[in-house]
């Protein structure tokens, strides 16, 4: 609230008017305010997204959610407001920790999940590349995921068909971990990564997708260095009293985002709460499925391991050796709408549809 009233205030006393744009350089956090503060200055001011992390690139600078927390709820005081463009520079990438950028492949990767099996394949096939920052990796996977977003909010931009819901694949249980945790100790990306394999266990228990597909989302989260199982802290109960707050709670009734397959993700409160019960309860106990010392090494990294620094070196080396690749930069993508997300296209990229 005390950074809104900043922007409004410089607004004012550099005699900003509607003609003028306001620029978002940033992350997410940014991105959201700066967003919302051009949706009410002068009723409403043009204002362009620059997102600067991963996950303000693929996610949160598409689809025109604004908004700033109150001390009450994230993201409670908001609005939807379409950026005029949304211009990415992927060399601004280069300074982010190897934690932000791998909270960034995991939206990547959620795309896949939720809309595009043959772009899940492809996280797969060049997860390294990810992780490694490739440029052109990193910039094919930022343009897809962009379509793929833009793709969805088209179709439900305000969230009143459900169909944009499908975009909160792994959030119900991530949110529950991010607050329960204080929030900044997981990352939003690490414990929507969680969040994507609890969500891909209950779909296994309810019988839409089988035990090697759990395995396949498992090992791909954990190439790229994600948490795949919720903090061993956490209870059930706790589990239960966040996700009670959930914005999918309908009539006291929580909507589940799960997997019908990979590439088809649905919103559905078609499901048994014993079943919920029990696969919160089987992450209570449960070790990685992913066969293989390294994998299992990985996939037990938790935030909290992070910070104690074993998992840095064997990254920092990787950085090292692929800072030659990174150095030769990769172009600026930019994408402009004019006001509707089914407009975003990319002036000067591939095209390549969404599934
Ligand atoms: N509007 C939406 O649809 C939407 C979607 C997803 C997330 N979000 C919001 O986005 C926020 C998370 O975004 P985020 O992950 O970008 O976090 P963030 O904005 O907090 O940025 C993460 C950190 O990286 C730093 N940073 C930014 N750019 C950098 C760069 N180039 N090099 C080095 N450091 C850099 C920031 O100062 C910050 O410390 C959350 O508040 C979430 O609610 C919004
Ligand atoms: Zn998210």
């Given at each position: 609230?005390?950074?809104?009233?900043?922007?409004?205030?410089?607004?004012?006393?550099?005699?900003?008017?509607?003609?003028?744009?306001?620029?978002?350089?940033?992350?997410?956090?940014?991105?959201?305010?700066?967003?919302?503060?051009?949706?009410?200055?002068?009723?409403?001011?043009?204002?362009?997204?620059?997102?600067?992390?991963?996950?303000?690139?693929?996610?949160?600078?598409?689809?025109?959610?604004?908004?700033?927390?109150?001390?009450?709820?994230?993201?409670?005081?908001?609005?939807?407001?379409?950026?005029?463009?949304?211009?990415?520079?992927?060399?601004?990438?280069?300074?982010?920790?190897?934690?932000?950028?791998?909270?960034?492949?995991?939206?990547?990767?959620?795309?896949?999940?939720?809309?595009?099996?043959?772009?899940?394949?492809?996280?797969?096939?060049?997860?390294?590349?990810?992780?490694?920052?490739?440029?052109?990796?990193?910039?094919?996977?930022?343009?897809?995921?962009?379509?793929?977003?833009?793709?969805?909010?088209?179709?439900?931009?305000?969230?009143?068909?459900?169909?944009?819901?499908?975009?909160?694949?792994?959030?119900?249980?991530?949110?529950?971990?991010?607050?329960?945790?204080?929030?900044?100790?997981?990352?939003?990306?690490?414990?929507?990564?969680?969040?994507?394999?609890?969500?891909?266990?209950?779909?296994?228990?309810?019988?839409?997708?089988?035990?090697?597909?759990?395995?396949?989302?498992?090992?791909?989260?954990?190439?790229?260095?994600?948490?795949?199982?919720?903090?061993?802290?956490?209870?059930?109960?706790?589990?239960?009293?966040?996700?009670?707050?959930?914005?999918?709670?309908?009539?006291?009734?929580?909507?589940?985002?799960?997997?019908?397959?990979?590439?088809?993700?649905?919103?559905?409160?078609?499901?048994?709460?014993?079943?919920?019960?029990?696969?919160?309860?089987?992450?209570?106990?449960?070790?990685?499925?992913?066969?293989?010392?390294?994998?299992?090494?990985?996939?037990?990294?938790?935030?909290?391991?992070?910070?104690?620094?074993?998992?840095?070196?064997?990254?920092?080396?990787?950085?090292i050796l692929d800072k030659e690749n990174r150095e030769?930069?990769?172009?600026?993508?930019?994408?402009?709408?004019?006001?509707?997300?089914?407009?975003?296209?990319?002036?000067?990229?591939?095209?390549?549809?969404c599934a």
């Open positions: 609230m005390e950074s809104l009233n900043t922007i409004i205030d410089i607004c004012m006393q550099k005699r900003l008017d509607r003609k003028s744009t306001l620029f978002a350089l940033g992350g997410g956090v940014i991105g959201d305010l700066t967003g919302f503060a051009a949706s009410i200055f002068a009723r409403g001011v043009p204002y362009v997204q620059v997102p600067t992390t991963l996950l303000a690139v693929v996610d949160s600078a598409v689809g025109g959610k604004t908004g700033i927390n109150h001390p009450l709820g994230k993201n409670m005081v908001g609005s939807f407001y379409q950026p005029h463009a949304v211009i990415v520079d992927a060399s601004t990438l280069k300074t982010l920790d190897t934690r932000q950028i791998a909270a960034g492949i995991a939206e990547i990767i959620k795309y896949g999940l939720i809309c595009d099996e043959e772009f899940f394949a492809w996280c797969e096939a060049n997860i390294a590349g990810l992780v490694a920052r490739d440029p052109t990796t990193l910039q094919y996977a930022m343009e897809r995921s962009c379509q793929c977003k833009a793709t969805v909010v088209a179709m439900d931009e305000r969230e009143s068909s459900g169909v944009r819901a499908i975009l909160n694949l792994g959030h119900t249980f991530g949110h529950a971990i991010e607050a329960a945790m204080g929030y900044g100790t997981w990352l939003h990306g690490e414990a929507v990564a969680a969040g994507m394999v609890m969500a891909a266990e209950m779909s296994r228990r309810l019988g839409y997708i089988d035990d090697t597909t759990v395995r396949r989302i498992e090992a791909v989260l954990c190439a790229a260095a994600l948490p795949v199982r919720p903090p061993p802290s956490m209870q059930v109960e706790t589990f239960l009293t966040y996700m009670a707050t959930d914005k999918k709670v309908e009539r006291g009734v929580l909507r589940l985002v799960l997997l019908e397959r990979i590439g088809k993700a649905i919103v559905t409160a078609n499901y048994d709460r014993q079943t919920l019960l029990d696969t919160i309860q089987y992450f209570r106990q449960a070790l990685p499925r992913t066969a293989g010392k390294l994998r299992e090494a990985s996939c037990a990294l938790t935030p909290e391991r992070f910070r104690k620094g074993w998992f840095i070196k064997v990254m920092l080396i990787g950085a030769r930069g990769a172009r600026m993508l930019t994408y402009q709408s004019s006001g509707h997300p089914s407009r975003f296209q990319p002036t000067n990229a591939r095209q390549q549809p």
